[in-house]
């Protein structure tokens, strides 16, 4: 006799916990990049141009953010399972690549291959908890999601920083990847099972309007669903900079790897954590406040961060950009799904995960280009700035939720 299949956190907590792993190792694929690319880039390539180091960001979020997209897009068609396990066959070739890396062109190559591998796996995997768990847990899902993925950067950015501190930036650290994106594809395979049977279910009670054009309404014309991406835009565009220029402040700094990948690693690492408790705090209080709150403190604390040398408040400053991060992110989520149909969820969540993503290039091509001409700390500073404004987008343009 076949099992009835129920919607709920409780009822598919073994697929939601396989899911949640496979996560993880989607995330330690990111952490890989984390700390050491600035001196990568200069002792392997002689490249000390902060917008030539950026590059890499940039070919990463252009390619994931396109990748985001028509993985919404296909996830009905082709399955959320196939698309999951054709992303992490992205993902093998590409701690070999850096490894053996001629020019500055194969690195960017492998963060293509990276933005591909990131774009189907991480997508999928939001796009099939969302489905097991229902409305009643949606924020505490994306919580446990975010939590275990960007833990998982953090985590890993601080083994590369220790690696690369040890027995030098390449090719030492990239073997992590392997074994990563191995694991990552055999998990996939053997365990994960597809969620499309759950969107059924969910549909037959939901009272969502369709939107008449999705890309358009998420975009645009909806206010919340385009409060929405347009602070997860901003949001990513801070974190690209923070990715890109954040090391290279902190070698100007003379601060050697260890230390520089500790205070890297801290951001990602209290976002991660912290996300299982906004998560839920995201099922229970206004998402509207969280997330005009978690934009705000985000810019209050980019902004504080040239003032500063100490690596204690350093280390503090990265710590609250962390929680400001983990206001926002799973909130982001669960609030779009709740303000789309069912049939329609993955693909809105695939467009505003497209223009989250192209935050990641707009904020490495706008800072590093700040950088060289300004300076590091101008580039900080406007940042900030931007971010802060999308809080009072957010506050003034979204409806109360």
Do not use: C, H
């Not at 390619?63 to 996830?75: C, E, H, R, S």
């Not at 194969?106 to 591909?116: P, R």
């Not at 991660?272 to 969280?290: H, V």
């Not at 590091?376 to 940042?383: D, F, G, L």
């Amino acid at each position: 006799m076949t099992k009835k299949l129920q919607l709920g956190l409780k009822e598919n907590w073994l697929q939601f916990t396989i899911l949640v792993i496979v996560n993880a190792f989607v995330g330690g694929m990111v952490g890989l990049e984390r700390t050491i690319f600035p001196k990568f880039a200069s002792q392997e390539f002689g490249i000390d141009s902060k917008t030539a180091i950026l590059s890499f960001i940039v070919a990463f979020g252009i390619t994931k953010a396109i990748t985001n997209y028509f993985t919404g897009k296909l996830a009905n068609k082709y399955g959320r399972k196939n698309l999951l396990i054709f992303g992490w066959l992205f993902a093998i070739p590409i701690p070999f690549i850096l490894m053996n890396a001629t020019s500055w062109n194969w690195v960017v190559f492998a963060n293509v291959l990276l933005g591909i591998n990131q774009g189907l796996t991480w997508s999928s995997t939001v796009v099939m908890k969302i489905d097991l768990v229902g409305e009643k847990d949606r924020g505490f899902a994306m919580g446990i999601n975010e939590f275990a993925g960007y833990l998982a950067v953090g985590v890993v950015a601080f083994l590369t920083g220790i690696i690369a501190q040890k027995y030098g930036v390449t090719p030492y650290p990239f073997y992590l990847g392997i074994g990563i994106s191995i694991i990552g594809l055999v998990l996939s395979i053997l365990f994960v099972n597809d969620t499309r049977q759950f969107v059924n279910i969910e549909q037959k009670n939901n009272q969502s309007q369709n939107l008449e054009n999705v890309f358009l309404e998420t975009t645009f014309k909806d206010k919340s669903l385009s409060s929405i991406t347009q602070a997860g835009l901003v949001n990513n565009l801070n974190d690209g900079m923070i990715w890109g220029i954040l090391p290279i402040l902190l070698l100007s700094l003379n601060y050697d790897s260890k230390n520089i990948g500790i205070i890297a690693a801290i951001y990602p690492t209290v976002w991660g954590i912290g996300q299982l408790f906004t998560g839920k705090m995201s099922d229970i209080y206004s998402k509207k406040a969280m997330l005009f709150w978690g934009m705000f403190l985000q810019g209050i604390a980019i902004i504080s961060i040239p003032f500063f040398t100490d690596f204690y408040q350093l280390a503090t400053i990265a710590a609250l950009l962390g929680f400001g991060t983990a206001l926002v992110y799973p909130t982001f989520l669960s609030a779009i799904a709740n303000a789309t149909s069912p049939t329609q969820r993955a693909e809105s969540i695939g467009v505003f995960r497209l223009w989250r993503d192209l935050g990641y290039a707009i904020g490495a091509i706008l800072s590093g280009i700040i950088a060289d001409v300004y300076g590091v700390s101008t580039a900080i500073i406007v940042i900030g700035v931007l971010t802060i404004f999308s809080a009072l987008v957010i506050q003034f343009r979204m409806p109360r939720s």
